[in-house]
Nanobody, 123 residues
Framework: VQLQASGGGLVQSGGSLRLSCAASGFTFSNYAMDWFRQAPGKEREFVAAISWNSASTHYADSVKGRFTISRDNAKNTVYLQMNSLKLEDTADYYC?????????????????WGQGTQVTVSS
């Protein structure tokens, strides 16, 4: 099983980035997918979730209206489009997979995790 996150980098405040997470080794279309993030010295926090068929999505209040999660089951890939980035969005971003969607904001219920991609927002 592998979740390979990419797309992070350095961006100015107000800018945009698109993260990708390519999955392999499991049946991607059977899993809900999430993005979490962890800033230095802070706990990992939920960012966005998408159900297996894209019918449901949820976002943390801090990113609602700025971030969009999407997936392409044919490509076994989940995306996070991040617009209007703020300094406080600086963190390592992780994709994760879970069989159940209803616990979408609880990291302890996730089966697989990617290695993280770093996002740094500068002023």
């Amino acid at each position: 099983v592998q979740l390979q996150a990419s797309g992070g980098g350095l961006v100015q405040s107000g800018g945009s980035l698109r993260l990708s997470c390519a999955a392999s080794g499991f049946t991607f279309s059977n899993y809900a997918m999430d993005w979490f993030r962890q800033a230095p010295g802070k706990e990992r926090e939920f960012v966005a979730a998408i159900s297996w068929n894209s019918a449901s999505t949820h976002y943390a209040d801090s990113v609602k209206g700025r971030f969009t999660i999407s997936r392409d089951n044919a490509k076994n890939t989940v995306y996070l489009q991040m617009n209007s980035l703020k300094l406080e969005d600086t963190a390592d971003y992780y994709c994760a997979a879970a069989r159940l969607y209803r616990t979408y904001d609880k990291p302890q219920f996730f089966d697989y995790w990617g290695q993280g991609t770093q996002v740094t927002v500068s002023s």
